[in-house]
């Protein structure tokens, strides 16, 4: 342990919903829902007037919408909320070299490795400082709020920073971390999930102080030695772990979720090739190739396999990668329907090893299909048009939001940043044109009316509210789908402009306290020490 509270946590609080409400004025105080609007969409993030009607992330949206009827269903918005993360972390760099990303909106510093402290009082007051600055400099920078918690270790100052939401500061004095902890859940403690929570209830323990009563001897009669050892030094507080600016992606994947069932094995090949096309795009992106190639099959039923197969090399070719799945494929029976599909490569190396064999094979699979492909154009029987899975345009109408979230809240939420959605998810069953398609949420001009973004669409109709950021709330009208007045638009960047325009409004009304993460408990328990004039549960 430090002898001052010198890590520091910073979460936004429900982030990609602040976004959303920042860039859109008539949604300023409103419940808005963030995620896939198809029906197996998920939740992605909640603002704190949608989670007083019980709505949180992670929830099936249909159960969100007879939950919070009245809130504004979005699509996301992933390279506008990159955006805005990228401003959060640049002001998380001036305080130190040392930060740990866990995801777009959230990640630790180690105020030691850096010069944030000086000229601050030394100690506990410094740190306070330096946090109460970096909310001042982010809400200045991005009109957005942020929490922050500050103690001597990782696992402290995340505790402390969801004590804070929203909006807030809390800070854990180093030497009062027992009594702090002492009320609290055992779920509190990282690595106590349902089960261990389970096991531990039924031996009578359900709080962090119970578990130091129960002593080491306990812990590992009931969960093993390396888990008990790790579970109660996590109850005395004791998390030794360091800040680290880098962490190596194990691996790289890409999976969707499909609003019907797919049971086409035709269907179900093109959509692994897709998803092996996709998966080597973020593969090269990220400077990498890999030895082992992942599919993921999830049924009608919800049950889920897996299969893998080991490369001789590291590869970063589509058609290698494209093979190994649908050999892998070969062995699992879909017939009965699949709703989710993914291809991962794990086994990562900044190199490859070029496997001659492999590639020969892959390109023997490609001629031997566009032999197929030649054959059936020049038959006399009519060509098949292209199903919707073969173009690149149809992909947001099949993806659900559960895809959205793969390998994802610990970029760690950390391994999300590496596997964040392509797109948004569209309403299904719009039989329009790729272009034509609008997803509520989304950024339009027209020509006449200007910048606004999509309210919702159906029945050859499209609903757009005409607002900006720094406008007040704007009218609605209503075009049909194919409008040539109506385009798509790039999103506006929440900027220092915005922000002061934000700041200038009246106030936004008083938030809930419910948290951004539901966190496993609350306590009020003594030594965390709330900023004066913050926002603490």
Not at 116 to 127: D, H, M, N, P, V
Not at 161 to 183: C, F, H, N, W, Y
Not at 343 to 361: H, N, R, Y
Not at 476 to 497: K, Y
Request: charged content about 25%; overall charge negative.
């Amino acid at each position: 342990m430090r002898a001052s509270p010198t890590i520091l946590h910073l979460d936004m609080d429900a982030f990609f919903a602040a976004v959303e409400q920042a860039s859109k004025p008539s949604l300023r105080g409103k419940p808005v829902v963030v995620g896939g609007l198809g029906p197996r969409g998920v939740v992605s993030t909640a603002s704190y007037e949608a989670r007083r009607f019980g709505v949180h992330s992670a929830m099936p949206t249909a159960q969100a919408r007879r939950l919070a009827p009245n809130a504004a269903y979005l699509g996301a918005r992933f390279g506008l909320y990159r955006a805005v993360s990228e401003v959060v972390m640049e002001l998380l760099h001036e305080l130190s070299p040392l930060v740990e990303p866990l995801s777009l909106d959230e990640a630790f510093v180690d105020l030691e490795a850096g010069e944030a402290l000086k000229g601050t009082q030394s100690g506990t007051e410094g740190a306070r400082q330096v946090g109460e600055r970096l909310r001042r400099d982010i809400r200045a920078a991005t009109g957005l709020t942020g929490s922050v918690g500050l103690a001597g270790s990782k696992m402290l100052a995340k505790i402390a920073s969801e004590q804070a939401k929203p909006d807030g500061l809390v800070l854990i004095p180093v030497a009062t971390e027992r009594g702090m902890l002492a009320p609290l859940s055992v779920r509190t403690l990282p690595g106590v999930g349902p089960a261990t929570a389970e096991v531990l209830r039924k031996a009578g323990i359900t709080t962090v102080g119970e578990i130091v009563e129960a002593g080491e001897d306990e812990l590992l009669r009931l969960l093993g030695k390396a888990h008990g050892t790790s579970v109660h030094a996590m109850a005395h507080g004791i998390d030794d772990r360091p800040v680290v600016a880098e962490r190596d992606a194990k691996s790289v994947s890409v999976e969707d979720t499909y609003d019907v069932d797919l049971t086409d094995r035709t269907r179900v090949r093109l959509e692994v090739e897709r998803l092996a096309e996709r998966c080597v795009t973020r593969l090269r992106a990220a400077g990498r190739s890999g030895r082992t190639v992942v599919i993921k099959v999830r049924s009608y039923d919800f049950s889920t396999l897996t299969r893998s197969e080991t490369l001789r090399g590291p590869t970063d070719d589509p058609g290698v990668v494209r093979e190994a799945a649908l050999r892998l494929l070969d062995g699992v029976d879909t017939t009965a329907g699949v709703r989710l599909l993914g291809v991962g490569v794990s086994g990562l190396a900044d190199f490859t090893q070029e496997d001659l064999f492999a590639q020969a094979q892959a390109a023997l699979s490609e001629e031997r299909a566009d032999g197929r492909a030649e054959g059936r154009t020049e038959g006399s029987g009519p060509q098949r048009a292209p199903g919707p899975a073969e173009t690149e345009e149809a992909e947001g109408g099949h993806r659900g939001a559960e895809g959205s979230h793969s390998g994802a809240e610990g970029q760690p939420r950390t391994a999300r940043a590496a596997l964040e959605p392509a797109s948004a998810v569209e309403e299904p069953g719009a039989a329009v044109p790729a272009d034509r398609r609008w997803i509520p949420g989304q950024d339009v001009c027209h020509s006449a009316y200007g910048r606004g973004w999509v309210q919702g669409s159906g029945v050859g109709k499209v609903t757009v509210r005409f607002e900006e950021p720094d406008t007040p709330p704007g009218r609605v009208r209503t075009f049909s789908v194919d409008d040539p007045d109506l385009l798509p638009a790039e999103p506006r960047m929440l900027d220092a402009d915005i922000a002061a325009a934000l700041a200038a409004q009246s106030p936004p009304p008083a938030q809930s306290p419910a948290p951004a993460i539901r966190p496993k408990s609350r306590s009020g328990g003594g030594g965390v020490s709330s900023s004066a004039g913050t926002s603490s549960p």
